[in-house]
């Protein structure tokens, strides 16, 4: 291959790669970059050539490592984007001469902050039960506690086993969800089976202290995954009753829109929540208000788990609450997984 040849490949073997790439000659002036170097550092792959690197990208760090051995080679630094964040390595070859390469880690410095709070919300939830469990048992082999008091104990000690035990199941249903493909279009399955099951549910948490109710349900059926959805509406009815105080009501809704969607509405009369808080709401382990949340028995992950079972059926959730007045929870599912009951009629639509 000639010298030309052999060069014109390697430019475009540089640009292919995703990180970017800036040549320093040894007055650490620009020799060559690829695109993904200009588009990370703010450069002109023609105009910067031979400009001094730091008249263009001014950061200590980057000062520090081109000059100082001692200085970090590999460090991160802000973008001119906003909120996103580039690591830098630099490297000497060929005795003065130096390369940088960029690459864009916001993601994965996103990813990993999720992953620390996960880590460390899931341990606090964990811990918190387990501290109960272990100050009961400890009462239990010191003290001679009389009959009474013994089943009082027990009766705590098994509310915290609950606790754990259903912060468990929703952290290996969430962990499900997000790691499965979107379900079939193929198992249809009654829309009103759903409702009546996520009502008689809420009936039972409230032990009559709601009201619970739904209007008629229309006759459809649904192409999703039972289970998945039964918890979704079952999740946002328990909200619902947790949430909203002694003789409020919840109320339950279903419309098929006239461009094929259906809505699945869990309406309440409960304490209601303020504006800065619901795009927060579906996150793991967010609570309005802590200590109330885990006062009701709820796990934090009840609404993430909505959001993930409705979004893997290629629908959304929807809130919408006023403080003391109530809120609205809504389920939208597309018209591909909603069809009329009908006999020896399928795939119809909204009349």
């Known amino acids: 291959m000639a010298p030309a040849a052999s060069a014109a490949a390697f430019e475009a073997a540089f640009q292919a790669i995703p990180q970017g790439v800036v040549l320093l000659d040894e007055d650490r002036c620009i020799r060559w970059c690829n695109s993904m170097a200009a588009v990370h550092l703010s450069l002109d792959p023609s105009g910067d050539i031979g400009q001094p690197i730091t008249n263009l990208v001014r950061d200590p760090a980057l000062l520090a490592a081109l000059s100082d051995d001692d200085a970090p080679k590999d460090f ?23 390369l940088i390469l960029t690459q864009d880690v916001t993601d994965a410095d996103r990813m990993e902050l999720m992953r620390r709070d996960f880590v460390a919300h899931v341990s606090h939830e964990i811990r918190t039960p387990l501290t109960v469990l272990a100050g009961f048992v400890e009462t239990m082999q010191m003290l001679a506690l009389e009959e009474r008091e013994r089943d009082r104990v027990l009766d705590l000690m098994r509310q915290q086993t609950v606790r754990m035990e259903n912060l468990v199941a929703d952290l290996l249903l969430l962990a499900t969800l997000e790691g499965s493909p979107k379900p079939p279009i193929s198992q249809w399955k009654p829309l009103e089976h759903l409702i009546r099951t996520a009502v008689a549910d809420g009936q039972h948490l409230s032990a009559g202290h709601h009201t619970i109710a739904f209007d008629p349900v229309p006759p459809i059926e649904l192409a999703v995954e039972e289970d998945e959805i039964a918890s979704a509406i079952g999740n946002l009815v328990s909200n619902a009753v947790r949430y909203t105080p002694a003789s409020g009501s919840i109320h339950l809704q279903t419309m098929w829109r006239s461009d094929g969607y259906l809505e699945i509405r869990v309406k309440d009369t409960g304490i209601g929540i303020e504006r800065q808080h619901i795009p927060r709401l579906t996150q793991r382990f967010y609570r309005v208000d802590k200590s109330r949340s885990r006062g009701t028995g709820g796990t934090g992950l009840g609404l993430a788990i909505v959001k993930h079972a409705i979004g893997r059926h290629g629908g959304e959730l929807l809130i919408q609450s006023t403080p003391g007045e109530g809120s609205v929870f809504t389920l939208t599912l597309p018209p591909a997984r909603v069809r009329a009951i009908a006999p020896n009629v399928t795939g119809s639509s909204p009349t």
């Open 76 to 98: 991160r630094i802000g973008s001119h984007k906003p909120e996103h964040t580039l690591l830098l390595q630099v490297r000497t070859f060929e005795e003065d001469q130096q």
